[in-house]
């Protein structure tokens, strides 16, 4: 790939093997080498060195001269970085890209947020500005605007993700941006919280990316509640600060020795936890208390439901079996947790590089609850734009995982029925699932691989993605984002692959590099699926047995042959029904790299059992949490 890539843009680039029984210093002497040769003016040494004799990987690097470190791997380069040498040093891809992301952001001259507040029909009452860009929506606005007729509510997913990214998030506002800005349709984007954000599987702090994203970049942290930040300011609340001391009542040091705590302030992120969550055994299903109350915001219409929410969440289970809540403990939790979350609900309004208003609100993690953006942030988009308008919002990894949980869980909560589902996928994502090697491993394909053959093989994952979402009732649109390295002829294929698969259309995407009128063809055939009549339907009712919901999810949506309940699991089942649990809907906590619960099987696996391990009641959120092999809570805490 990156001799390809080379060869198009005129450098002459040449790739020296060596073999896999190279050592050390024969890798050295050859760097040296390629140092100390005038006509060689750059250097790449591919990453992980593949050799069965044992590698240094710094020193490596590192042995690269810096003036010809194109990578900007070494320390001189990367230290020139982090020092802001930019004008002396070779700038990594990944920052590179992220840079490239704040140049258009800072280039970009965005609305005083008042103007913008005004043209999408809030009163200045509904307004708390904060800064000249951004401000949260008080929810009396909703409350005024009850009787006006919605919007039209479109939702984009993408295929099961791959390291790259397959760009969902750039998609919605791009496409955003199309309807409003070029077609000049009412348009709100609704978006989750960076967490920090990915664009294109960059790691960084855009929300989008290129053309399509959010500004201003610098400001995106206001507001923004994260499962840290829950906990330590439910500590503070708890244990307030008085003249820069800590305020400790008798009872709570007592409590802190209990835990084994010696010390009152400062407590490490573990210790606030555990005087925070009680430090129950997880056995009693305690769960994880801070992504729980995530999820909790998101899912509350109101104030008054998120109270109710809040008093529900189950923290144990007493000797008689029956639940204890949050309720139990008033003095303790829900009081300061209501206290906490009351201006967390409002929605932040922003606005994109062309000016179409985004709300940015919530990040309930994808995996172990609903990964979309919140209940409000929609209910109120949808009656800003008014009947003639649309709401593009996102939904968290693929249309297996996310969309499933969005219209199982938040449609079902939110009483919203969405009328055109998007799908996003890439070329090169497609290939992976067709069994090409990855493609920032940016070697050539050995001569066994065919392009065109893996492509084939990875459309049969995109024709699966498009059937999970055509089960819900709503017409498909697949979004094809164009990469410079792609063909013509292999956009024409996924395009045409998608079409046989049942989608109502398939279109190119360009609008990381054009904004907008980069997504102008997927404007217009949303347009023409939202006038279909809508025939929405839930994946299964609620009142059937849990066990059965499962089943139903792992072999519609994964493809499974059928579930695996641990004793454990089943245990909790027993339970959960007996507490009068077992009508609300699953939330399967699996991998998002795979439609099984095997991150290294791509494309469409079959015949396989999904095992679930063990079982959670998120009653605050209301769902049951049903983690498979490939999740644990304890990465659920990192």
């Not at 992980?48 to 240094?56: A, K, Y």
């Not at 891809?93 to 800072?106: H, K, L, R």
């Not at 009328?419 to 290939?431: E, M, R």
């Not at 940016?442 to 459309?459: A, D, H, I, N, T």
């Amino acid at each position: 790939m990156k001799l390809k890539a080379a060869a198009e843009i005129g450098i002459n680039a040449n790739h020296i093997r060596l073999p896999e029984t190279a050592t050390e210093d024969e890798v050295l002497q050859r760097i040296v080498a390629v140092n100390e040769n005038p006509a060689v003016h750059g250097l790449i040494v591919q990453l992980p060195l593949d050799s069965i004799n044992p590698m240094n990987t710094e020193k490596v690097t590192n042995a690269v001269a810096p003036e010809k470190d194109v990578d900007g791997l070494t320390s001189i380069n990367a230290g020139k970085l982090s020092r802001g040498d930019l004008g002396d040093c070779f700038i990594p891809c990944t920052p590179n890209g992220c840079m490239d992301d704040a140049e258009i952001s800072c280039s970009c001259q965005s609305k005083p947020i008042g103007q913008l507040a005004r043209e999408v029909g809030l009163f200045s009452e509904e307004v708390e500005p904060y800064g000249r860009s951004r401000a949260k929506i008080r929810l009396d606005a909703l409350k005024r605007m009850e009787k006006q007729p919605d919007g039209k509510y479109v939702v984009v997913t993408g295929i099961t993700s791959t390291p790259l990214g397959e760009g969902k998030c750039t998609t919605t506002l791009g496409l955003a941006q199309a309807l409003g800005a070029h077609l000049n349709i009412n348009t709100f984007a609704c978006v989750q919280e960076p967490s920090p954000g990915s664009f294109f599987g960059a790691r960084g702090i855009a929300v989008g990316g290129g053309y399509s994203q959010i500004i201003p970049l610098e400001e995106f942290a206001f507001g923004m509640i994260s499962q840290v930040y829950i906990l330590q300011a439910l500590f503070d609340l708890l244990v307030p600060l008085k003249k820069g001391q800590r305020s400790v009542s008798p009872a709570q040091l007592n409590r802190l020795k209990k835990l084994g705590i010696e010390k009152s302030d400062p407590l490490t992120r573990t210790e606030i936890r555990r005087f925070v969550q009680l430090d129950i055994d997880p056995d009693t299903d305690s769960g994880s208390l801070e992504n729980e109350i995530m999820a909790i915001l998101s899912l509350s219409s109101s104030e008054e439901e998120m109270q109710q929410r809040l008093a529900k969440i189950v923290v144990a289970t007493n000797k008689s079996g029956d639940p204890v809540t949050t309720e139990d403990l008033v003095c303790v939790f829900t009081g300061p947790l209501a206290m906490l979350l009351k201006d967390a609900l409002k929605p932040v309004l922003m606005q994109t590089v062309e000016g179409t208003p985004v709300f940015l609100h919530t990040s309930p993690l994808a995996d172990i609850a609903q990964g979309s953006p919140s209940i409000l942030a929609d209910k109120l988009a949808l009656k800003m734009v008014g009947s003639g308008g649309f709401v593009v919002t996102e939904s968290g990894h693929g249309a297996d995982i996310g969309l499933e949980k969005f219209f199982n869980i938040k449609c079902r909560y939110s009483g919203l029925r969405p009328d055109v589902v998007v799908i996003v996928a890439t070329v090169h994502s497609l290939k992976m699932h067709g069994g090409a090697p990855p493609v920032q491993a940016g070697l050539p394909l050995p001569k066994e691989y065919s392009q065109e053959v893996q492509l084939e093989r990875g459309c049969c994952h995109l024709k699966r993605q498009v059937e999970n979402a055509q089960a819900f009732g709503l017409p498909v649109i697949v979004a094809v984002n164009k990469f410079s390295g792609d063909t013509e002829a292999e956009l024409e294929l996924v395009c045409g692959q998608a079409r046989q698969a049942g989608a109502f259309d398939a279109v190119q995407c360009t609008n990381w590099s054009e904004g907008g009128a980069g997504a102008l063809a997927l404007a217009e055939a949303v347009q023409r699926a939202a006038k279909l009549p809508g025939q929405f339907s839930f994946l299964y009712d609620t009142q059937i047995p849990a066990a059965d919901k499962l089943r139903t999810v792992a072999q519609k949506m994964y493809g499974a042959k059928d579930i695996e309940l641990s004793p454990k699991s089943k245990e909790k089942l027993a339970i959960y029904t007996k507490q009068g649990f077992g009508n609300l809907p699953v939330c399967i906590a699996k991998t998002h790299l795979s439609l099984s619960n095997d991150p290294m099987l791509k494309g469409v696996p079959t015949n396989f059992m999904l095992p679930i391990t063990d079982i959670k009641a998120n009653v605050g959120a209301g769902f049951l949490c049903c983690l498979t092999e490939s999740v644990s809570f304890i990465l659920l805490y990192l």
